[in-house]
């Protein structure tokens, strides 16, 4: 019996050390994690929309309560002002869900530019709605107060050709994207007021 | 004392060079070495949880009971392999994206439940991170060694850096899972031949 003892004696501190320890590492590095995931994920679609800005938009992100889940926006900075804010949404493509950063001017409430983060789509195929940027520049421009459909459905967007479906999918992400904007919009300008930059570049 | 430890740490980088002499750690050696980045991330992981849980596991070997030695083991190795995933993807994320489920199952490699068994458990703090440190940069010699043949003829460049030029013609084959066993092969055959003399 009290060999017993100390055989489960000798695991459990084992392991509760070790999961201390671990606890302790994981909070130590999650924030730089976070910002890693981002910059590697996102940060290429990031770079593209927000061209020119002077801040690092990764670093100057933050949450917005968006019903039960919380939103990631992040911010651009041009001639000094927070004027950029990108939010990713997703819509259904052709294999899974397409994931569309869009980035939305807030001083005029227009598409500034979008960029695919994710997608499972036909390489070769489905895949040029990420990589033809003759596809992706007809968002910009786009009023928030629209909503946009491909021209097969009516609407204003010429969809990469074989490619309808991921073009739809893209379109449907955008259209997500807008109508959370326009429902975050408040609590976001009340965030910007407060704006100040972490790291500026000059 | 010193003198021993020295020879500790000496015998890990010729005489048990981990994948050619005592033929461990076979499967990141085969899978990760398309690169020599690679292969030194790997190495570096690999130095640093070997080094780590040698010390830890022969500071506390005379607390833990023999039966649930090696579960004991396991806890301390895996402690340090998830510190080195989580410092990977805070620090190198793209090198941490390349090594993928290799760092992981750095946890289940023989070479660190085997030196913990056959070493850590019976010697003192100091020979152990000799041994730790000598067999762990072994290893990494040996995985650069092996990637550096690799990608040089493979994708005709070193570290990144072309070597023959834009003319060469890389030998794909060496890159691919094949190209692997046949180098590792050639290389544990020449390894015999210099202990046969």
Same mark, same amino acid.
């Given at each position: 019996?009290? %060999?017993?003892?100390?055989?489960?004696?000798?695991?459990?501190?084992?392991? !509760?050390?070790?999961?201390?320890?671990?606890?302790?590492?994981?909070?130590?590095?999650? !924030?730089?994690?976070?910002?890693?995931?981002?910059?590697? /994920?996102?940060?290429?679609?990031?770079?593209?929309?927000?061209?020119?800005?002077?801040?690092?938009?990764?670093?100057?992100?933050?949450?917005?309560?968006?019903?039960?889940?919380?939103?990631?926006?992040?911010?651009?900075?041009?001639?000094?002002?927070?004027?950029?804010? !990108?939010?990713?949404?997703?819509?259904?493509?052709?294999?899974?869900?397409?994931?569309?950063?869009?980035?939305?001017?807030?001083?005029? %409430?227009?598409?500034?530019?979008?960029?695919?983060?994710?997608?499972?789509?036909?390489?070769?195929?489905?895949?040029? /709605?990420?990589t033809?940027?003759?596809?992706r520049?007809?968002?910009k421009g786009?009023?928030?107060?629209?909503?946009?459909?491909?021209?097969?459905?009516?609407?204003?967007?010429?969809?990469?050709?074989? !490619?309808?479906?991921?073009?739809?999918? /893209?379109?449907?992400? /955008?259209?997500?994207?807008?109508?959370?904007?326009?429902?975050?919009?408040?609590?976001?300008?009340?965030?910007?007021?407060?704006?100040?930059?972490?790291?500026?570049?000059? | 004392?010193?003198?021993?430890?020295?020879?500790?740490?000496?015998?890990?980088?010729?005489?048990?060079?981990?994948?050619?002499?005592?033929?461990?750690?076979?499967?990141?050696?085969?899978?990760?070495?398309?690169?020599?980045?690679?292969?030194?991330?790997?190495? =570096?992981?690999?130095?640093?949880?070997?080094?780590?849980?040698?010390?830890?596991? $022969?500071?506390?070997?005379?607390? #833990?009971?023999?039966?649930?030695?090696?579960?004991?083991? #396991?806890?301390?190795?895996?402690?340090?392999?998830?510190?080195?995933?989580?410092?990977?993807?805070?620090?190198t994320?793209?090198?941490?994206l390349? *090594?993928?489920?290799f760092?992981?199952?750095?946890?289940?490699?023989?070479?660190?439940?085997?030196?913990?068994?056959?070493?850590? $458990?019976?010697?003192?703090?100091?020979?152990?991170?000799?041994?730790?440190?000598?067999?762990?940069?072994?290893?990494? *010699?040996?995985?650069?060694a092996?990637? +550096?043949?690799?990608?040089?003829?493979?994708?005709?460049?070193?570290?990144?850096? +072309?070597?023959?030029?834009? +003319?060469?013609?890389?030998?794909?084959?060496?890159?691919?899972?094949?190209?692997?066993?046949v180098?590792?092969?050639? =290389?544990?055959?020449?390894?015999? =031949?210099?202990?046969?003399?």
């Amino acid at each position: 019996m009290r %060999d017993i003892l100390k055989l489960f004696l000798a695991v459990t501190i084992f392991s !509760a050390i070790s999961g201390g320890l671990l606890a302790f590492v994981r909070s130590a590095t999650q !924030a730089r994690i976070e910002y890693q995931q981002l910059k590697f /994920v996102k940060g290429p679609t990031l770079k593209e929309i927000m061209k020119g800005c002077q801040n690092d938009p990764i670093v100057d992100r933050f949450k917005v309560k968006c019903g039960k889940k919380e939103k990631t926006i992040f911010v651009g900075v041009f001639n000094g002002k927070p004027k950029v804010i !990108a939010l990713e949404a997703f819509g259904k493509g052709f294999h899974g869900d397409i994931g569309v950063m869009v980035g939305i001017d807030v001083t005029t %409430d227009k598409i500034l530019g979008i960029g695919v983060t994710t997608h499972g789509e036909t390489p070769g195929v489905g895949s040029r /709605v990420k990589t033809d940027p003759s596809f992706r520049t007809q968002f910009k421009g786009v009023s928030v107060n629209e909503s946009v459909k491909v021209k097969a459905d009516g609407g204003q967007i010429d969809a990469v050709t074989g !490619a309808t479906i991921s073009s739809r999918g /893209v379109c449907k992400a /955008v259209n997500n994207a807008l109508a959370l904007y326009k429902k975050l919009k408040p609590e976001i300008l009340k965030r910007l007021k407060n704006f100040k930059s972490k790291k500026l570049s000059s | 004392m010193v003198k021993r430890a020295v020879n500790e740490f000496v015998k890990g980088l010729w005489e048990e060079i981990p994948p050619f002499r005592l033929v461990l750690g076979l499967c990141p050696t085969l899978a990760v070495t398309k690169t020599v980045e690679n292969a030194l991330g790997m190495g =570096m992981a690999v130095i640093f949880v070997l080094t780590c849980s040698n010390v830890i596991v $022969s500071a506390v070997r005379n607390l #833990i009971p023999k039966q649930v030695r090696i579960a004991c083991f #396991i806890v301390v190795i895996a402690t340090f392999v998830t510190i080195v995933e989580l410092v990977m993807q805070a620090f190198t994320y793209p090198l941490y994206l390349k *090594l993928g489920i290799f760092i992981p199952l750095i946890v289940v490699n023989c070479i660190l439940l085997g030196r913990a068994e056959a070493f850590a $458990s019976k010697n003192g703090v100091i020979y152990s991170l000799a041994d730790g440190l000598g067999i762990g940069i072994g290893y990494t *010699l040996a995985l650069s060694a092996l990637a +550096s043949i690799r990608e040089i003829f493979g994708y005709g460049t070193f570290y990144h850096i +072309s070597v023959f030029g834009p +003319s060469f013609k890389p030998f794909s084959f060496m890159v691919k899972a094949p190209g692997a066993f046949v180098c590792l092969g050639l =290389m544990l055959c020449i390894m015999n =031949m210099f202990k046969k003399k």
